[in-house]
């Protein structure tokens, strides 16, 4: 089993920075794809930032134009989300996520292709 733990959610201003973090284990070994999910209140659960796990080789969403970045520590089975110039629309709860399947797939923006889940955390922009 695989457990995944976020924190780092706050209330910040627009223009504002946040890092989050997501602490990882159990069964680590077979995590592949690694990412960060955002859920906004009466929207579906969205991907924001993937990373195929001990690569540099990461997928984002285009309407971020860049302001968020994902990262791994694998030392400390840690995976983090630098959020920049935070705006209203980027209110949401965050989950992490990950799966025992490669990012490089056509499915890696899909809520299922993901068997493991954090509780979220919640981060308010305004």
């Known amino acids: 089993q695989v457990q995944l733990v976020e924190s780092g959610g706050a209330s910040v201003q627009t223009g504002g920075s946040l890092k989050l973090s997501c602490a990882v284990s159990?069964?680590?070994?077979?995590?592949?794809?690694m990412g960060w999910f955002r859920q906004a209140p009466g929207k579906q659960r969205e991907g924001v930032e993937l990373?195929?796990?001990?690569?540099?080789?990461?997928y984002s969403i285009p309407s971020l134009k860049g302001r968020f970045s994902i990262s791994q520590d694998i030392a400390k089975n840690m995976l983090y989300l630098q959020m920049n110039n935070l705006q209203v629309e980027d209110t949401a709860m965050y989950y992490c996520?990950?799966?025992?399947?490669?990012?490089?797939?056509?499915?890696?923006?899909?809520?299922?292709?993901?068997?493991?889940w954090g509780q979220g955390t919640q981060v308010t922009v305004s």
């Open positions: 996520a990950a799966s025992t399947s490669i990012c490089a797939s056509g499915s890696r923006w899909d809520v299922q292709y993901y068997p493991y």
């Open positions: 159990g069964a680590t070994s077979g995590l592949k794809c």
């Open positions: 990373l195929q796990s001990g690569s540099r080789l990461g």
